[in-house]
Every structure is written in C-alpha cells, then in structure tokens.
C-alpha cells in the first residue's frame, strides 16, 4: 500500500518567481503548469509570419522578455532564437560528441535573467557512461554552462523561487540544480538527486511551499529542498500519471495516460475528486486551468474539448470539432479564450462556453507541443520546420477604403454612408469617429456597439462652400484601441444650367402665321438642383403674341426647382406681320449664376408668284381668234392674293383675258388656269404681256404673249430654202431631202415638180396635184447619181397655186473618188552590211470616204545601177478580188531587201488601184 509523508513547511512564495517575468517563459507558461497566459489572444487574427527553421518537427515555443522567440530542433540538437518579426537571431548546437546523437527534445526554459535552460537526449545510453547534457545558455547563444547528467529528458526545466533549477531525466531522477555553481565547479551544480523509482511523464511543477511535485509511474510526489518526499502517493494503481497543474490553492489535478482518468489531489495531498475513464472521450491531453475554476481537457482523439469544474470535478460542458483529432493541449488567454491545434481546422480559438470564435487552418502544429504567447498577444505555434506567428489584426474594417461624395453642389448638405464592420470574435465599440475638417460631419448617433462578426453603417455629411476638390479624413476609434483613418473625398460644384431649343430656329414663315418654338431649360447637373428664380422672352420685332408656356401647376410662379438632370420646358409662340429677319431672345434667372440667354431667329417671308413664261398662238390667220392658256401658281408657302390682271405692249389689244377668274387667293401648291385669246389684226408678229398683281415680293409676275398674223391665202416656204448639196462616190448614188411647207392659211396645191438636170431625179414620182393645208409640210426625195468625176448643177421648180412665193431649189451634185496615200517607216533603209536583210514598213492610207481597191503592188529593186523585181509581199494577181481599204483606213505591210554589193540602192513600191490621185508609187 502506498504511503503518504507530510513535513509542514512555513511561508509561501510565488511559484513563478524564478521564471522570467516574461509573456511566456516555459512550456506551460509558469511553475505550477497552468497553461494561462496573462495577455489576451488575437480576435480577429492574421498569419503575421510562417518562418522556417529547423530540421523537422519543432518544439515548445517560448518568449522572452524582449520578445525573442526560442524553440528547440527536436529532432536535432539545436536551440533557435528567432526576432518577434520571425527572423533567426541565432543558433546553439548541442555539445556531446559522436558517436552519441543528441536531440534537444525537450522544450527550453527561461530563467529571470534571461539564462535559457535546455536538457538533451540522446540515442546511446552506456552503463558506464549513460549522461546528457544540461545546458544554461546566455540570451544572445552562447554556453554559460552545461552539466552532465544520469539520463537525458524530454520535459522542460522548472525554477523555484530560489533559482532552484528542476529536471527529470529518463533515468527516474529529480535533479535540483544550482544556477550559481558553475562560478566554482561543475561538480558545486548540482544541489541534490533524487530517484523517483520510475520513468516520469512530466515536467516537475512547483507549488505554492516552492517545492517540485512530480508524477513518474502512477505515482505524484512532492520533494523537500535536499530530495526527501513530503507525500508521495499512488490513487491510480498500474494507470500512469501525465498531466499535472497546480492551482492558487496548492491543489493538484492530474490525468492518467492509460486510461484517461482525472483527478484532483490537495495541497496535503488528499483526494479531492476522481473521475473514471471516460471511453467517449478517450486520453486527455495535458491540462489548463482557468482563473474560474474550470479546467480544460484535449482529447487526443474524437476531437473533443472538455470543461470540469476545479472542485467537484463535475462536467461542465464537453464540445466536438469533427473532422479530426486535436493534436495538442489547450491553453488560455486571459480572457479565458481557449487555443488548441486540430488536425485537420488548425489553430484554433474557442470561448470559455466552448463556442468556436475561429480558426487557421492553414497552421499546422507539431503533435504535443503546446502554443505559446507574446506580450502584444502573438500566438506562436510550432510546426514541421516551420515556426508560426499568429497576430491581431485589424479589428474593424472600414469601406469603402475611400468614402468619395463626387460631386457635391455647394450650400447644400449632402449625406453619403460608409460600413464598420466587425472582424472580430469579440464585441467592438465604436467609441468615437471624428472629422478633421468643420464641413464633414457625422450623422449617426455613437457609441455604437458591433457583435462579433457583424458590420453597421453610418451616415456622415457635406456641406461645401466652395468649388473644387475637397479631401477630409475621418479618425473611427474603437474600444479596441485601434484607430483607422477613412480619407473623405469631393469635389464641390455650382448649380449648372443650358438651354436649347428645338428648333433651333423659326424658319421661314408667313406674316400673320403663328409659329411656335420649345425652349428646354436643362440642369445638366448630376448633382445640383437648379432653382429658376424668373425668365423673361423679348422679340426683336413687335409680335400679335408672346409667350406661351407648359410648366407644371406648382412651378407655375417663380422661382421653381428643376432636379438634376432633368428639364423644364416652355413652348414660346409668335405671330409676325412684317417681311424681315426677327429673332425671340429668351432669359432666365437662377442660381447658376448670371442670366442665361438664348435666341431663336426667322424670318418672314412674302408669298412667291410663278407662271407661264412664255405662250406662243403661233400663225393665225388675220382676223381669226386661237385661245390658249397660261398658268399662274403659288411658288411659296404663304397665302397669295392676286389684285390684278392687265395687258401691255404694243400689240396688247390684238390679246385679251377670256374671263376674269373670281378666285382672286391661291394657297401653298394652288394653281390658276388663265384663257387668252390671240386675234391678229394684221399679217407679222404680235407681242404683248400679260401683267399678273399680288402681294408677292416682286409684285408683278410678266408673261410673254406671242403670235404671229398670216394673210387668209396659202404660203410656200421651200427648205432648203436656197441650194441642197449631195455628195456620193462613182458608181454610187445618194438621196438628199426637200421639205414644201404651207405657212399660210389657205390649201397649198402643188401641182408639179420639174429637175432640169438628169443626174438628178425624184427618189419617189408622187401623184399630182398634191394639197397641203396650212401649217402642214410635204418631203420630195432627190437622188444624185452621175457617170464620172466631176461637179454637176441642176434647178428643181416647184408649181403651185402660190404665185407669190419663190418655187425654185438650186441642186449641186459632186462625184469624188479614192485617193491613196503612201508613206514608209523608216522611210529609209540607211546603212546596211551586205547580205543582210534589211526591213522598212509601207502603209496605204485612204483618207477619203470612198472604197479604195488595190488591184497590184509593185517593188523595183534597184541596186549597182541595175533593177530588178522583188517577189510580192502581197499575193495579188490578175485573178485574186482587189483588196479594199475603207474610208479612213490604211493597209501596211512589210518590204524587206538584202543588198548583195556594196552601195546605194533602192526599193520604189507601185500601187495599182482605183485612185484618182497621180502619186500611187514610193521610193
């Protein structure tokens, strides 16, 4: 049975007091391995850096009290200090040399004054020589001193109040350590041992009297300073012990690590509570103990986290992250938020209730180790070759990161709104947002309190006093402490106005028409509103009317508003009575300054008279009446008012108006017939006009009256009046025509035609007598047909019942023939070396309208004074048809030579053909 040693100690010091007085000096941040920091852990939390260091998996991290962060190889024998930023300060490597292989496994401690204290182990334990080493290091790396000791550890080092330093080794030993001894000898290290008779599963905690309590087996012991038991007790036979805290009471709490129980133990050590192995739970992990009296259990499967209270050991509450398991044990902020690493969610943060606040999955811990914490509430957790920093970041956040108003009309106050949103596990009070400039002003009421995770909008506004860009900043403080600076940005803009009409003009109207015009009064802002304080409309000539307007009931007195971007429009009507350019001018008063104006400019036009330009009776017997017609039309768009019709000239009294039309007014399009009467009183030409009155601009339209007074007999007119010309070639004939035209009034008896010449003749003999009525013609055909060259006259002699008229034709007739015309390119040969052919091209060019017929060529060959025949280019012989050129065409063709001596020579060429010109041959 085991038994139980009690020894009374008097006095009580703090169980941390040999440790740094630092945000996280050890493993389990104190002496009595509570687990609970001090500082508060991030709310809303960021990656501040992931560095990597190490070989493998990492170790326990700590903290100094400058901030530096230390963490052992653990799968080497290095100790790493790395800056608060994550960079590596240094490095110490272990001492003990091959063939051992050292493995600082264990995590580093720090003493007050700032000496790291580290145990090894190693993979070789000899009988003769089974020591590690024990290692106090100086802050910046290097060796203080080292001791070797029975056994190497993987637990850290505790310190008592004394600087009483205390290690367990694997060899079952307590060590209690001097930190002042190695001033006088290694061997002065070590105040005392003690053999704790099997293997412990923790580090040595220190209680409230500042003695080591160890658990090795399943047994829990607390050692006097020389290494003598005050108790030593087993309340779990054959279930080892594992995790062990100490709270403010002196009481222990401990877990087994084969069956998961927990138990609670007194300062005198008497069993406050156990409870049995829970199998849904399965084996916790080291415990933590909150300052309420809860304490707070991993399972190391099934990913559950347990609540006990401290003095019954009843259960709280239990929680399950599924998904994974949680690989190391909790601790505490001091706000009594709970951090864990899960397998599979990372990091993370849940509330003292068990509620998730968050988490990092992207952190992944090193199974066992336990995260530790920086004074401004950095998380550090170790990892695979990788050490973590998880910070605070920005509580709140502010958008959009730039609150731009735009525009903003100036004297006008202009609201916008802006998001705070809270990034948070925890509530955040908006304590205070203040302007730096005395035109931005906030509209919400604060403070203003943001649950976890939530987001509220506020309104702020504007009011500017003058154009041009406006920045401002906005200072939002919160309960936090965190400040973020919004920037505000505007630009203050005036009232703008325009003004258009349509139609832009009032075109061309008549007088006395009314027309009307839209004026469009435009706010072109997007941001202000126009206020039209009065418009006034003023003609450059006097009007019958003014202004009309369709303005809405309630802008229908001034001054009204017109919203941004939108228009106010007002119809402006007129009617002119005088000829001439006028023009509308439109002003408005508002608040964009100065009057605006615009103008819409017409013209009054006079109505446009058009008609008959000239009317011809042609010939009308003397005495006798044609009527014709003549027209009158309205060329414009206005109204036009005829006054008057009247007959000039000095033969108006031979023309007359055969009714007076009653329709006096002809509208846009309209046209007016008008009957004239022509009656000649004698034989010639009559001219007279006809005068039409109006109001148009000219008033007076002109039409031209013609007519011309025959005598009441027959008139012969022949045409060609004097000679008809008719050319043709020999053999061939040509026709030509004469018309007889009977130009009076009377019937035209034709009752003979007669040619004296017989190279003339009538194509077609007609039948006589032949009667033309007056106005009417009749065509003779005259052929020409004569037997040689030559020029040949003849007179055709009408007879008829016209004794007046000349009845005669003079008929000249010509006969041309075909001329040839030759010319040679080159025309000469030049120098040729003898025996050589030498070419030159001959063309024969008719230029006259006859067939030319090549009967024969010709080439003499002439050289050294003797002349001989070349054979034909052309094959033309006696029974080969002529060639024809036609009138205007020519005919070429080569003639090639070769000189046989040296010498001039030369080649004539001969045509023969039916050419009336001598010179048919070239040289």
Known sequence: MASLLTFSLSGQVSAQSGLAASSWPSARHDSQLRGRALVNGPSAPRIRFATTVGAGALGDPVVGEDGTVYVSGRVDNKLYAL???????????????????????????????????????????????????????????????????????????????????????????????????????????????????????????????????????????????????????????????????????????????????????????????????????????????????????????????????????????????????FISPAVLDAAGHLYAVHSTEGLVCLAADGTLRWSRPEVRGSPGTSPAFGADGTIYVSGDRTLYAIGQSSTIQVSPAVLEFGQVCLNTATTTAFTIENLSSDPVVISSIISDHPALSLISPLPRTLPPHSEDTLRVALVLSRTGAFTANL???????????????????????????????????????????????????????????????????????????????????????????????????????????????????????????????????????????????????????????????????????ISEFLLRGPDSASFALATVPPQRTLQAGDTLSLRVTFTPARAGIHVAQLLVISDAEPDTLVIELRGTGVPPGPIMVLGPPDTLVLKTCLTDTTTGYIKIRNVGAGDLIINSVLIDNPAFALAVRPVFPIKIQGSEEYQLAIRFAAPALGEYRGLLTVSSNDTTSDSTVELIGRVNGPEARLSADPSAYGDVCVGTPATSHVCIKNPTGCELLIDRIVFIFTEGGVARLLAPELPLTASTPPIVISPGDSLCFPVSVTPGTAGSFQVEVRVVSNAVNADTSIT
Request: proline share 8%; charged share 20%.
């Open 83 to 325: 800056t608060p930023a994550g960079n590596l300060k240094w490095t110490f490597a272990g001492h003990i040399p091959p063939p051992k292989q050292e493995f600082f496994m264990a995590p580093p401690a720090i003493m007050r004054d700032g000496t790291l204290l580290i145990a090894s182990t190693d993979t070789i334990c000899t009988k003769d020589k089974p020591g590690e080493f024990f290692y106090a290091i100086n802050p910046d790396g290097t060796l203080r001193w080292k001791k070797e000791l029975e056994g190497g550890t993987v637990f850290a080092a505790n310190v008592g109040s004394n600087d009483s330093i205390y290690v367990v080794t694997d060899f079952c030993w307590l060590y209690s350590l001097d930190p002042r001894g190695y001033l006088a000898s290694p061997d002065t290290i070590v105040n005392w041992r003690t053999n704790l008779r099997a293997l412990p599963e923790n580090a040595a905690a220190i209680n409230l009297s500042d003695l080591p309590v160890v658990v090795a087996g399943d047994t829990v012991m607390t050692i006097l300073r020389y290494g003598s038991f005050r108790f030593k007790r087993n309340y779990t036979p054959g279930d080892t012990l594992q995790g062990l805290v100490v709270d403010e009471a002196g009481n222990l709490y401990l877990t087994t690590r084969d069956h998961g129980r927990v138990l609670s133990v007194s300062a005198t050590g008497a069993l406050r509570w156990l409870r049995e192995p829970d199998a849904s739970f399965g084996i916790p992990a080291l415990p933590a103990l909150g300052d309420d009296g809860t304490l707070y259990l991993t399972s190391l499967q099934g990913g559950w986290l347990l609540a006990l209270d401290t003095s019954t050991g009843a259960e709280r509450w239990r929680k399950q992250l599924p998904g994974g398991d």
């Open 475 to 641: 200072t939002i403080s919160s309960s936090s402490g965190e400040q973020v600076i919004l920037p505000v940005t505007a630009e203050g803009v005036e009232p703008q106005i325009a003004l258009e009409a349509h139609p832009p003009d009032f075109g061309e109207i008549c007088a006395g028409e009314e027309v009307s015009a839209e004026v469009f009064i435009i706010n072109p802002s997007a941001t202000c509103s126009l206020r039209v304080d009065s418009f006034a409309v003023a003609f450059s000539m006097t009007p019958r009317k003014g202004l009309a307007s369709e303005q809405p009931a309630e802008a229908a007195a001034t001054p009204f508003f017109i919203a941004p971007q939108d228009t106010f429009k007002l119809i402006i009507s007129t009617v002119q009575n005088s000829p001439g350019a006028f023009e509308a001018k439109v002003t408005v008063w508002s608040n964009a300054g100065g009057p605006k104006e615009i103008k819409i400019p017409g013209t009054v036009v006079p109505p446009k008279i058009a008609g008959t330009d000239t009317r011809d009776f042609g010939r009308v017997p003397v005495s006798q009446t044609r009527t014709d017609s003549v027209l009158v039309w309205n060329d414009g768009r206005c109204e036009l008012k």
